[in-house]
């Protein structure tokens, strides 16, 4: 089992930037696909990149172009580097480890999130 942190959210203005973290810790880090998922009020979680353990990515079409999902097996970590935010980008955003791809499901292990708030 993995343990996750998020780190990095904030408040930040439409158009700008903001890097979130996920610290990793309890297993072998290099074999998980990490995913970044994000939950805005009153709606659905929703998967937003991955990141497969041989280093392919993939994001949803609402992020693509302006997110990048990245990863750091010897800090164990997983990165989401996020630019030309938008308000629709509000939500509270959560690192996902787990050993398929299948990102549309619920399995893995979950860090506790982190908020995101983009004012216009």
């Known amino acids: 089992q993995v343990q996750l942190v998020e780190s990095g959210g904030g408040l930040v203005q439409a158009g700008g930037s903001l890097r979130l973290s996920c610290a990793a810790s309890g297993s072998t880090f290099s074999l998980y696909n990490m995913g970044w998922y994000r939950q805005a009020p009153g709606k659905q979680r929703e998967w937003v990149a991955g990141?497969?353990?041989?280093?392919?990515?993939t994001y949803a079409e609402s992020v693509k172009g302006r997110f990048t999902i990245s990863r750091d097996n010897v800090k164990t970590r997983a990165y989401l580097q996020m630019n030309r935010l938008k308000p629709e980008d509000t939500a509270v955003y959560y690192c996902?480890?787990?050993?398929?791809?299948?990102?549309?499901?619920?399995?893995?292990?979950w860090g506790q999130g982190t908020q995101v708030t983009v004012s216009s």
């Open positions: 990141i497969s353990s041989g280093r392919t990515t």
């Open positions: 996902n480890a787990r050993t398929d791809a299948r990102w549309g499901s619920n399995l893995g292990s």
